[in-house]
């Protein structure tokens, strides 16, 4: 018995941060149930405090070289740290915008938090895992949480259709995703990538088992990110959900989405990096086509930025199908980036929402200069960022991406990223001409309250002194690829 003590220790102090957030969801769940309706602020307190400690935790048990837990299947690296920090980041800015719109819908309730804590329970154990029992587990965990926090709005029939069609075409994804699971573990003997990695390195692309297990797992990881040709469900989703669940379903669950693609293709089957790289060029291609081009066509706001989501996916198997660390890299800093310009587009959004209104059309935003100059200085920045103008963050890591993909002598896909870019352009810069030059619809007043403006303030100037400094993000996200 005490021969195992010392291993379930560092076990445990490995989990803290994840079991940080596991209390503070049981915390809430329970504590909701004694609270009367006018204590109900207390759950959004509660739920803040405990993201705040779990990112308080990554960086007490962070730094230095990967440890692992639980025989192995839980890894703790430079990459699990980085990512997770991320995730708590963008889930305290949630939060914190969605409080005024969910208050005014009668959704500020304890169901709301505690989904939204397992969800990110799920996410971060999707980033640390080190085995695809692990790895599935986290995303299944994730997946439930999001089926029911689309659903959430019960009076909403959009929102009931946006969660049928999300459940039924998730389940599918998960469904191929087993199935490549199934026949990588039959193909290895084993769940652990590190098992994988072995088989693929003796057998190589000569396993056709290995090779067809390598087919599915990338099509689970493409509905994931929500990647061309499976991303049907995106645009739906996006339109028919609470403007509060789309801000954390278009940031976090990226974020755990590159984890996994990372896990399974980097350390899992790299051997077969010529074969997977090939896919995720074509991959890539569509996804920058079609998200950018398609994007252009859209008078709701929430599907444009849908599609946006299909072309920034693109940049970021750009960054992986190039298979350097300076690619790799590059992919995460996009994943990053990405989920903080996200996260503010959709804060604003929910910040300009009046009562029942919800800011649906592009031309909800006609004349907010006007109605609100702060906000529309922060959506231009975000809008600018997103297309790629310098000097924000959205530039550099567009950048980084291409010089990656250069370095490998694939200059014909930049020159294709970098044309369907400018295309994309377009579509953001519309965005600020109306919030500019155009005249309100309706003269509306914004009313937010200070913690939002807050958060909105530190989220653009992290998109713009991350543009300018980027040195800092980009040597962690260097350090979890080690050559």
Same mark, same amino acid.
């Given at each position: 018995m005490t021969t195992h003590m010392p291993s379930i220790a560092s076990s445990l102090v490995a989990i803290l941060p994840e079991l940080v957030i596991l209390v503070t969801a049981c915390t809430v769940l329970v504590a909701d149930l004694y609270t009367r309706e006018d204590q109900k602020e207390s759950n959004h307190s509660l739920t803040l /405090?405990?993201?705040?400690?779990?990112?308080?935790?990554?960086?007490?048990?962070?730094?230095?070289?990967?440890?692992? =837990?639980?025989?192995?299947?839980?890894?703790? @690296?430079?990459?699990?740290?980085?990512?997770?920090?991320?995730?708590? $980041?963008? +889930?305290?800015?949630?939060?914190?915008?969605?409080?005024?719109?969910?208050?005014?819908?009668?959704?500020?309730v304890g169901e709301y938090h505690v989904l939204l804590l397992f969800a990110v329970l799920g996410a971060m154990i999707m980033v640390s895992a080190n085995g695809f029992l692990t790895l599935y587990l986290g995303l299944e965990l994730l997946s439930l949480c999001l089926y029911a926090l689309v659903a959430f709005d019960r009076d909403s029939k959009q929102g009931a259709e946006a969660a049928m069609k999300y459940f039924v075409l998730g389940a599918l994804g998960s469904g191929m995703l087993l199935y490549g699971i199934s026949m990588l573990y039959g193909a290895a003997g084993g769940f652990a990538f590190a098992d994988v990695a072995a088989a693929v390195a003796s057998q190589g692309n000569g396993d056709q088992i290995l090779v067809f297990g390598l087919v599915f797992a990338l099509i689970g990881i493409a509905f994931k990110f929500g990647a061309v040709p499976f991303h049907m469900w995106l645009p739906d989703v996006y339109q028919g959900a609470p403007t509060s669940i789309v801000l954390f379903l278009s940031s976090a669950p990226k974020?755990?989405?590159?984890?996994?693609?990372?896990?399974?293709?980097?350390?899992?089957?790299?051997?077969? #990096?010529? @074969?997977?790289?090939?896919?995720?060029?074509?991959?890539?291609?569509?996804?920058?086509?079609?998200?950018?081009?398609? /994007?252009?066509?859209?008078?709701?706001?929430?599907? &444009?930025?849908?599609?946006? +989501?299909?072309?920034?996916?693109?940049?970021?198997?750009?960054?992986?199908?190039?298979?350097?660390?300076?690619?790799?890299?590059?992919?995460?800093?996009?994943?990053?980036?990405? =989920?903080? *310009?996200?996260?503010?587009?959709?804060?604003?959004?929910?910040?300009?929402?009046?009562?029942? #209104? @919800?800011? #649906?059309?592009?031309?909800?935003?006609?004349?907010?200069?006007?109605?609100?100059?702060?906000?529309?200085?922060?959506?231009?920045?975000?809008?600018?960022?997103?297309?790629?103008?310098?000097? *924000?963050?959205?530039?550099?890591?567009?950048?980084?991406?291409?010089?990656?993909?250069?370095?490998?002598? &694939? $200059?014909?896909?930049?020159?294709? =990223?970098?044309?369907?870019?400018?295309?994309?352009?377009?579509?953001?810069?519309?965005?600020?001409? &109306?919030?500019?030059?155009?005249?309100?619809?309706? @003269?509306?007043?914004? +009313? +937010?309250?200070?913690?939002?403006? $807050?958060?909105i303030t530190v989220n653009g100037a992290l998109i713009l002194l991350l543009g300018m400094y980027p040195a800092a993000l980009f040597s962690l996200c260097q350090k979890a690829f080690p050559i």
């Open positions: /405090a405990g993201l705040v400690a779990a990112l308080f935790a990554v960086g007490l048990v962070g730094g230095g070289s990967a440890s692992f =837990a639980f025989t192995e299947s839980f890894v703790r @690296d430079p990459m699990s740290d980085l990512l997770k920090g991320a995730i708590l $980041v963008v +889930t305290v800015l949630t939060f914190v915008y969605a409080k005024d719109y969910m208050r005014e819908r009668d959704m500020w974020i755990a989405a590159f984890a996994m693609a990372a896990r399974i293709l980097i350390e899992g089957l790299n051997g077969l #990096q010529t @074969d997977w790289g090939d896919i995720l060029v074509i991959l890539a291609v569509l996804s920058l086509a079609l998200g950018n081009v398609v /994007a252009i066509a859209q008078q709701n706001i929430k599907r &444009m930025l849908a599609y946006s +989501t299909i072309s920034h996916v693109g940049f970021i198997f750009l960054g992986l199908l190039a298979g350097t660390q300076q690619g790799y890299a590059s992919a995460m800093f996009y994943s990053v980036v990405y =989920a903080l *310009m996200s996260a503010g587009a959709f804060g604003v959004l929910l910040m300009m929402s009046y009562r029942a #209104q @919800d800011v #649906q059309n592009i031309d909800d935003l006609k004349g907010l200069s006007d109605r609100d100059p702060w906000l529309a200085a922060m959506m231009a920045l975000i809008m600018f960022s997103m297309a790629g103008v310098p000097p *924000m963050v959205g530039f550099i890591a567009k950048l980084m991406v291409l010089e990656a993909v250069v370095a490998q002598g &694939m $200059v014909w896909l930049a020159i294709v =990223a970098v044309v369907f870019s400018i295309i994309g352009a377009f579509y953001y810069l519309r965005v600020v001409k &109306m919030i500019y030059f155009d005249k309100p619809v309706a @003269d509306l007043p914004v +009313t +937010t309250n200070a913690s939002a403006r $807050v958060a």
